[in-house]
């Protein structure tokens, strides 16, 4: 059985920075993409940041300060955040694919864990 199981969120004041874990388990993803979404209270879920090998992909609003990465065994991603905002408020995912192409759409991806929340205090 997959699982995907996120770690690292919290609370800390803007300007703050926090990193998330997401350790997949079950099969490997060593080839395929993963990457994180985020869904805000009222809004609909959001693609923050996605990597397959050398590429990474952000949306527009957190370009410059978040760094998605991952293991060498391709089985673990990281979201660095930095510079936090108030507006980076929500309840983020870790999504994973089967096909190696990355993804900004959450359709795209088969396997979702149980979300972490993250919450920036102005």
């Known amino acids: 059985q997959v699982q995907l199981v996120e770690s690292g969120g919290g609370l800390v004041q803007a300007g703050g920075s926090l990193r998330l874990s997401c350790a997949a388990s079950g099969r490997t993803f060593s080839g395929c993409a993963m990457g994180w979404f985020r869904q805000a209270p009222g809004k609909e879920r959001e693609f923050v940041a996605t990597?397959?090998?050398?590429?990474?992909y952000y949306t527009d609003s957190v370009k410059g300060r978040f760094t998605i990465s991952r293991d060498n065994f391709g089985n673990t991603i990281y979201l660095q955040m930095d510079s936090l905002k108030p507006e980076d408020t929500a309840v983020f995912y870790c999504?994973?694919?089967?096909?190696?192409?990355?993804?900004?759409?959450?359709?795209?991806?088969?396997?979702w864990g149980q979300g972490t929340q993250v919450t920036i205090s102005s």
């Open positions: 999504a994973a694919r089967t096909q190696w192409a990355p993804s900004r759409t959450s359709n795209d991806y088969q396997y």
């Open positions: 990597r397959s090998g050398s590429l990474s």
